[in-house]
């Protein structure tokens, strides 16, 4: 792990919260129990990165049903971050229903992306259910426990935590679920670690062909991609910049060159650190 001990140990830790979310369940493995700061929305844990400078952050990056959590990617391009991704955690997320026993289950609470993940499970159990976004799994839990004849889907251990039982676990068990969180620092990993990436920010001209050129040198040096998101400049219209990892770091010489020769098709190159991105954990 790049994160030492003693930084862990005076460092407190933010998470998209509340207890019981996936977040919490991702922090609580990597780092223990003590520490652990909650905050209700992706934008509140970045504030708070901001007000504690010295503190870690476990945010979510991406669902593999749900898509990219473009709330994250935006405030990691936000000019005033200043921090850096030191780790891309992986966690092999397998949902469960929570409900009461005997009840009949007329609404169904989650957020978002388990919805897209379970859709046909849920329009085959549960085909007259109402379903009602929420801002986690977490606070879908919280609501169905307050509810008579609701359920909530999320994590197996919130059913002890908020008085549910377990009504379904696991859901489309046949359909892999895997979620990735990037754990945020003030200071830069000093290693290269192997099984690394590298996260940058990519602005181009507004031209014919800028975002091939940038690639080309990626592919003539063998740098493998492994996300790009497309996100506004605000207060730009109709201008982009984009979110990019590749595999690898500045210290292999492949991605020392193609990062060079990309260099200079760019407006703007910024990085945000190279990291492990070999840490997994089951739910």
Not at 80 to 101: D, M, P, W, Y
Not at 187 to 212: C, I, K, M, Q, W
């Amino acid at each position: 792990m790049i994160l030492s001990a003693e930084k862990r140990n005076q460092a407190p830790v933010a998470y998209l919260g509340p207890e019981g979310s996936f977040s919490h369940l991702v922090a609580r493995k990597r780092f223990g129990d003590e520490g652990l700061i909650p905050r209700g929305s992706v934008d509140e844990v970045f504030d708070f990165l901001n007000e504690s400078p010295d503190s870690l952050a476990v945010v979510p990056i991406e669902n593999s049903s749900g898509g990219i959590i473009t709330a994250t990617v935006d405030r990691i391009l936000e000019e005033s971050f200043s921090h850096h991704i030191c780790e891309e955690i992986t966690l092999n997320v397998k949902l469960a229903l929570l409900g009461r026993e005997g009840d009949t289950v007329k609404k169904i609470y989650s957020h978002f992306a388990p919805f897209h993940h379970c859709g046909k499970w849920l329009k085959a159990h549960y085909p007259d259910a109402e379903q009602s976004v929420t801002p986690s799994t977490t606070h879908a839990a919280i609501a169905a426990s307050q509810e008579k004849g609701s359920a909530a889907i999320g994590a197996r251990e919130g059913a002890e935590r908020y008085g549910l039982d377990v009504l379904h676990y696991p859901i489309s068990a046949e359909v892999p679920n895997v979620t990735e969180f990037f754990v945020l620092a003030r200071e830069a990993n000093e290693d290269s670690p192997e099984n690394s990436r590298t996260s940058l920010a990519v602005e181009l001209p507004d031209s014919s062909g800028s975002l091939f050129r940038f690639l080309e040198p990626l592919a003539a040096n063998g740098v493998n991609l492994k996300r790009i998101e497309s996100r506004p400049l605000v207060g730009r219209p109709n201008q982009y910049q984009f979110f990019i990892e590749v595999e690898g770091t500045s210290a292999d010489s492949d991605v020392r060159k193609a990062l060079e020769a990309a260099r200079d098709v760019c407006l703007r190159l910024r990085s945000f650190g190279s990291y492990p991105a070999n840490i997994r954990f089951e739910s």
